[in-house]
């Protein structure tokens, strides 16, 4: 009996001691589990977080990019990257919003392209597509770019000097209404303008006059309205504008290889404006450039009125085009925000690669 109970007690002894070792090795695969989750959990973290920072400044998500977030994403792009860009005013508005240059690159490169966008208030989807681009071109920093070398290098030996947005009181009418403008006497002058009815559809600045008509080549020679309203007006004379002064001195401030001016109305390029000799090889050259990297087809240019890229090719004696973008009437809706980022984020690095 009492070897019975012995046995018995030595089965229950071996039972229990098994248990325990099952549960020791349950425990050690949970807690073997518990540190691989706990590692991907870090892992994945840090990849989302890098994931999110490649792209974390400017948001391209469906909302209205205002001339405040344009200002905080340079403020904070120029932080995260100032070895990469750099940042100044040429100006402030009628209304009182500074006129931002961002220079991309080496800014004492040999060669250097002015591009400028949003001279017509309701265009403002392009300064979007400026600012997103800036990042991208940023992040990308160390990638090889399209023409075989790093897009730091590309921008080393040529920089882009952008202006992302030249009429900011044109654009906070046209997102916001005239009521977003600051100064009373300026809001009371615009309620009574022709198109005040209409402020989305706004291109002119604060004070009525259609900036893109304030250059000096060819100023007056086509007149559509008479005094200050929502588009088309040509001003009393050229460079009575803050804005357009401010635009005549950033295009004389270095001698560029190129320059574009971007404004919306349809996917097309603009360049013949009957140039001659050198003048018309490089133009032509640059349009062809601009062509093959948007796709976008040539459009004819009409008659002269004094607008910013007559003056830059005649008195600057510097290669402009004008890009148009999107397919429908401005403000451009979001749904054509992807279309114009496909066509236009490889502008800046592919046109630079150019002119090395
Ligand atoms: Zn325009």
Redesign the pocket.
């Known amino acids: 009996m009492g070897v019975v109970v012995a046995v018995v007690v030595a089965h229950v002894v071996d039972v229990v001691e098994q248990t325990r070792r099952k549960e020791t090795k349950t425990m050690k695969k949970i807690i073997r589990l518990l540190s691989i989750c706990m590692i991907l959990t870090i892992l994945l973290g840090t990849m989302t977080v890098y994931a999110v920072d490649n792209n974390d400044i400017v948001d391209t998500s469906n909302h209205t990019y205002t001339f405040q977030e344009m200002e905080e994403d340079i403020k904070l792009l120029t932080e995260k990257h100032p070895d990469k860009i750099s940042v100044s005013t040429v100006g402030t508005s009628v209304d009182g919003r500074a006129l931002y240059q961002v220079v991309l690159g080496n800014k004492n490169a040999k060669n250097a392209i002015y591009i400028q966008s949003t001279?017509?208030g309701r265009?403002w989807m392009n300064t979007w597509i400026m600012l997103e681009q800036l990042e991208l071109c940023c992040d990308n920093w160390n990638m090889i770019a399209p023409h075989g070398i790093t897009y730091g290098e590309v921008f080393n030996n040529c920089c882009i000097y952008l202006l992302p947005m030249v009429n900011p009181d044109g654009v906070t009418i046209s997102q916001l209404g005239i009521e977003a403008i600051n100064r009373e006497e300026i809001r009371k002058n615009l309620y009574n303008m022709p198109g005040a009815n209409n402020p989305k559809r706004w291109?002119a600045n604060a004070d009525g006059v259609d900036l893109?008509r304030q250059f000096s080549y060819g100023w007056n020679t086509r007149i559509d309205v008479n005094g200050p309203a929502s588009e088309n007006f040509n001003g009393l004379k050229a460079f009575t504008e803050p804005e357009a002064l401010a635009m005549k001195s950033a295009m004389a401030q270095r001698e560029f290889v190129a320059a574009i001016t971007y404004?919306?109305?349809e996917g097309a390029i603009y360049w013949d404006l009957g140039q001659t000799g050198v003048l018309r090889d490089k133009v032509k050259a640059l349009a062809t450039h601009c062509h093959n990297i948007t796709g976008y087809k040539y459009g004819e240019v009409s008659p002269c009125k004094g607008l910013e890229y007559n003056y830059m090719n005649f008195v600057e004696n510097t290669p402009m085009v004008c890009i148009?973008t999107g397919t429908v009437q401005c403000p451009l809706p979001y749904s054509q925000f992807n279309k114009l980022w496909k066509e236009n984020h490889m502008l800046f690095v592919a046109l630079a690669g150019c002119y090395q």
Request: aromatic share 0%.
């Open positions: 001279i017509h265009e291109k893109n404004h919306s109305m148009e």
